[in-house]
Structure formats: C-alpha cells, structure tokens
Nanobody
Framework: VQLQASGGGLVQAGASLRLSCTAS????????MGWFRQFPGKEREFVAS????????NYVDSVKGRFTISRDNAKSTVFLQMNSLKPEDTAVYYC???????????????????WGQGTQVTVSS
C-alpha cells in the first residue's frame, strides 16, 4: 500500500489549503481514511476521518467548521479542505488507512495501519 500526499505549503492566517492523498495497492472504497497531524516535539494527533462511502465524517473539535474531509473513491483519493487557517494549524499532515473493519469513529493512531509521507502546512500570522 502506498499513499501519496500533496497540497501543503506556506500560507497566511485566514487562507485556505486543500490536501490530497492518493492511495494505491488497496481496494480504496473499502477503507476508512483519516488525516492526522504532528506538531514539532509532539505525538501525531487525529484531525478527521471519513467512512468508506463518505457519508460519515468525524473531526477533532479544534477544526470543526473549518476543515472538511471528503473522498473520491473512483480516484482513490481523500481530501482535506482547510479553511480559515490559523498559526496553530502549523504541522505536518499525514493521511492514513484505517485497519480492516474500522469506522470513521476511529481516532487513535493505532487504528490506522498505512501512512503517507506527510506534507508540511505552515500558517504565518
């Protein structure tokens, strides 16, 4: 399984970014997908997840109303639309594939088994 994430960058506070993550080597439509982020010196933390069909999503409270996770199963791609970015959103963002049988309620790092390489998001004030 390979995950290729892209879309990170340097933006000013209030701007938007759209992260993409394209998967290969798996039946994408059968996988719960998630986005995590990692701050310097901190453990990786949950940001958002989406069910196999895309009908159920889950967000950490700090991004609710600003971030939107979505997926295109035909293109084996999951997205994270990030609006109204804040300096505290600065982190490396990772996409991940949920373990078999997991749902969009899965927030623990341990519930995800394949990870992308990470893409840096930097928000300046």
């Amino acid at each position: 399984v390979q995950l290729q994430a892209s879309g990170g960058g340097l933006v000013q506070a209030g701007a938007s970014l759209r992260l993409s993550c394209t998967a290969s080597g798996l039946t994408f439509r059968l996988a719960t997908m998630g986005w995590f982020r990692q701050f310097p010196g901190k453990e990786r933390e949950f940001v958002a997840s989406i069910s196999r069909s895309g009908t159920t999503t889950n967000y950490v409270d700090s991004v609710k109303g600003r971030f939107t996770i979505s997926r295109d199963n035909a293109k084996s791609t999951v997205f994270l639309q990030m609006n109204s970015l804040k300096p505290e959103d600065t982190a490396v963002y990772y996409c991940a594939v949920g373990q078999w049988g997991s749902t969009a309620q899965a927030r623990s790092v341990n519930r995800y088994e394949y990870w992308g390489q990470g893409t840096q998001v930097t928000v300046s004030s």
